[in-house]
């Protein structure tokens, strides 16, 4: 292996110590609420609304899945599947209240409350995004399909888009808009995989209507949620020019196709922060409220 010259390292001079250990304020976006511990911070009750199922979230493409597929089983007829959604703001550190870290030990968003679980009993937790949206497909059988096959295929992108996602957003995304300096190895580096992903949905898409086939499914709302929105270039500033993403033709068809569903469009909106205030809904627990407590009504209040 061919020995480096730490003075060729960036920043110049720099080598790895033995041991890693924590700098605070060391730059980024996210470095005032980011540490290498778990648990709570501080004593907080998470509120509880008047439906089974109570959301602890934030408008973020993790979160997006989750409320895309409770306003489609909603939308779908499954009347039990109201639900109050609670603003879970991270850059305030609410994740590592004692509350949300009881849902959620590992203090991301989203976190799912279910007070009715089938069977009855105590309520269950559920998080991580993707376990969340089976848990949801199975308990009102619905957007998963039953035969081995088409399930299968389902599971298999679902899965793969919770292992690819940390490239495009920890990754790319990071380097690309979130880091406190542009960095051109790294910004390479996580280009070329979100490219290659791309890549793989758009060859998949040219031979499927939807990820698993004929069905649309929890895998498109997984998906659509990162990779949708970054086809239609409304993530990470002007990331969409950067990568070309009108390039790549199946993936758009598909992105238009899911993005015309109205209980897309309404899943979006909540717990939403940022964008149009007419496009954020940062509390949702009535279906009225898409009406009447959109921000843009609320500030006209």
């Known amino acids: 292996m061919t020995e480096k010259n730490p003075a060729d390292n960036f920043p110049a001079g720099y080598e790895p110590a033995k041991a890693w250990s924590w700098e605070k304020g ?3 976006q996210f470095a005032s609420i980011n540490r ?31 409320t895309i597929m409770l306003e ?33 030990p590992n203090s991301k968003i989203p976190a799912l409350l279910d007070r009715e679980p089938r069977g009855g009993g105590a309520p269950i937790r559920i998080f991580e995004s993707g376990s969340i949206l089976v848990y949801l497909a199975e308990k009102f ?7 081995l096959r088409s399930r299968t295929e389902a599971m298999n992108w679902l899965f793969w888009q919770m292992g ?15 880091a406190p300096i542009k960095i051109k190895y790294a910004i390479d580096r996580y280009a070329m995989e979100t490219k290659r992903q791309l890549d793989v949905l ?54 238009a196709e899911v993005f015309a569903r109205p209980a897309v469009k309404r899943g ?6 940022s964008g149009a205030p007419s496009e954020q809904l940062r509390e949702r627990h009535d279906a009225s409220d898409f009406d009447t407590k959109t921000a843009d009504k609320a500030a006209n209040t």
């Not at 778990?38 to 408008?59: C, E, F, N």
């Not at 059988?141 to 035969?147: E, Q, R, V």
């Open 26 to 28: 060391n730059g980024g």
């Open 72 to 104: 489609e089983l909603l939308a779908a007829g499954h009347g039990d599947a109201e639900y109050d959604a609670w603003l879970i703001n991270i850059g305030e550190g609410d994740q590592f209240g004692s509350g949300f870290v009881e849902v959620n």
């Open 268 to 273: 979006r909106m909540v717990n939403r922060t």
């Open 164 to 178: 690819s996602a940390p490239f495009v957003g920890g990754g790319f995304g990071h380097f690309y808009a979130y």
């Open 141 to 147: 059988g619905a957007f998963l399909p039953t035969d």
């Open 202 to 255: 758009d060859r998949h898409l040219a031979e499927n209507q939807f990820m698993a086939g004929r069905d649309y499914s929890i895998a498109d709302m997984a998906i659509w949620s990162w990779y949708g929105t970054l086809a239609l270039g409304q993530v990470y500033g002007d990331a969409g020019d950067f990568l070309d993403v009108q390039s790549y033709k199946h993936l758009q068809r598909w992105t």
């Open 36 to 66: 290498p511990i778990a648990g709570p911070t501080h004593d907080k009750v998470l509120p509880v609304g008047q439906h089974p199922l109570q959301l602890y979230s934030l408008g973020t493409p993790n979160g997006v899945k989750v």
